[in-house]
Nanobody, 122 residues
Framework: QVHLVESGGGLVQAGGSLRLSCAAS????????MGWFRQAPGKEREFVAA????????LYSDSMKGRLTISRDNAKNTVYLQMNSLKPEDTAVYYC???????????????WGQGTQVTVSS
């Protein structure tokens, strides 16, 4: 059974930074893309960032581009999301995802974590 466990969320002031982590377990993640989505209250879930198994293919959302760095450690089956210059509108639950194959920006991911809350105060 696949488990994706997010950590690193919390409360931060506007302009601050957070680093989210997601540890995956339960199967081999070779050739799996990993990434992040988010959902703010009253809004639809949206793509944030994703990275291929090799790390050569990376996609970022337009709304957060320039403020994000996604990376992964395949030996640990872990993906990281460094978020800088956070804004109150970044407040949301952030979900870790994974799928076999290439990175995509739609919701076509096979597995989802439970989410971690990020709250940015003004």
């Amino acid at each position: 059974q696949v488990h994706l466990v997010e950590s690193g969320g919390g409360l931060v002031q506007a302009g601050g930074s957070l680093r989210l982590s997601c540890a995956a377990s339960g199967r081999s993640f070779v050739s799996h893309a990993m990434g992040w989505f988010r959902q703010a209250p009253g809004k639809e879930r949206e793509f944030v960032a994703a990275i291929s198994w090799s790390g050569c293919e990376i996609l970022y959302s337009d709304s957060m581009k320039g403020r994000l760095t996604i990376s992964r450690d395949n030996a640990k089956n872990t993906v990281y999301l460094q978020m800088n210059s956070l804004k109150p509108e970044d407040t949301a639950v952030y979900y870790c995802v994974t799928r076999r194959g290439r990175v995509v920006t739609n919701m076509d991911y096979d597995y989802w974590g439970q989410g971690t809350q990020v709250t940015v105060s003004s």
